[in-house]
């Protein structure tokens, strides 16, 4: 089983910066697919972004359309925890960000998940 645990949200003003954790736990893979969604009230959980790595190499998939230079995703194979750096954030970015996985690699980003995380609320004010 894999355990899933988001921090690092919060309350930031417009134009400013948070930085998400997911930290990983329970059984290892050789190879890992994850990602961040978010779901803003009244809305459907949608992706944001996401990574692969196999063979000791990172692969990175899409961004979403309104996260693309602002956002970025990365990985810290030795804390076994993926980030999400968000800049320049706006009030529509304000949403509940979950971290997911799912133990292959695997170029479809945006589903198939297998893993979740209890999710992290991050609230942008204008």
């Known amino acids: 089983q894999v355990q899933l645990v988001e921090s690092g949200g919060g309350l930031a003003q417009a134009g400013g910066s948070l930085r998400l954790s997911c930290a990983a736990s329970g059984r290892t893979f050789s190879s890992v697919t994850m990602g961040w969604f978010r779901q803003a009230p009244g809305k459907e959980r949608g992706f944001v972004a996401a990574l692969s790595w196999s063979g000791g190499s990172t692969y990175y998939g899409n961004y979403a359309d309104s996260v693309k230079g602002r956002f970025t995703i990365s990985r810290d194979n030795a804390k076994n925890t993926l980030y999400l750096q968000m800049n320049s954030l706006k009030p529509e970015d304000t949403a509940v960000y979950y971290c997911?996985?799912?133990?292959?690699?695997?170029?479809?980003?945006?589903?198939?998940?297998?893993?979740w995380g209890q999710g992290t609320q991050v609230t942008v004010s204008s």
């Open positions: 997911a996985a799912k133990p292959y690699y695997s170029e479809n980003y945006s589903t198939a998940y297998d893993h």
